[in-house]
Nanobody, 121 residues
Framework: QVQLVEAGGGLVQAGGSLRLSCAASGRTFSNYAMGWFRQAPGKEREFVAAISESGGSRSYADSVKGRFTISRDNAKNTVSLQMNSLKPEDTAVYYC??????????????WGPGTQVTVSS
């Protein structure tokens, strides 16, 4: 089992920045690719970003490319999502996930409870 807990969500004005973090415990963190997903009210949960086990490979949804950066620290068992130039359409609950990676939800076995990000216009 891997336990994940997100932090860093909140309310920010459009154009602002937030940094989300996810702390992992349980099995060896570096054995898992990590991803961030988000779900807005009334919408499906969608892929945001992913990072490979070593951190050497990263991928992003087109909607966040150039604005968001995913990173990980295997020594501290954490993964982060730096979000810049935020837009109202980024408003959602953001979830951290651990698994086999890439953009497919079913690739991820473990999920955190989520953290709310609200971007005001």
């Amino acid at each position: 089992q891997v336990q994940l807990v997100e932090a860093g969500g909140g309310l920010v004005q459009a154009g602002g920045s937030l940094r989300l973090s996810c702390a992992a415990s349980g099995r060896t963190f570096s054995n898992y690719a990590m991803g961030w997903f988000r779900q807005a009210p009334g919408k499906e949960r969608e892929f945001v970003a992913a990072i490979s086990e070593s951190g050497g490979s990263r991928s992003y949804a087109d909607s966040v490319k150039g604005r968001f950066t995913i990173s990980r620290d295997n020594a501290k068992n954490t993964v982060s999502l730096q979000m810049n130039s935020l837009k109202p359409e980024d408003t959602a609950v953001y979830y951290c996930a651990a698994g086999r990676g890439a953009s497919i939800r079913r690739n991820y076995e473990y999920w955190g409870p989520g953290t709310q990000v609200t971007v005001s216009s």
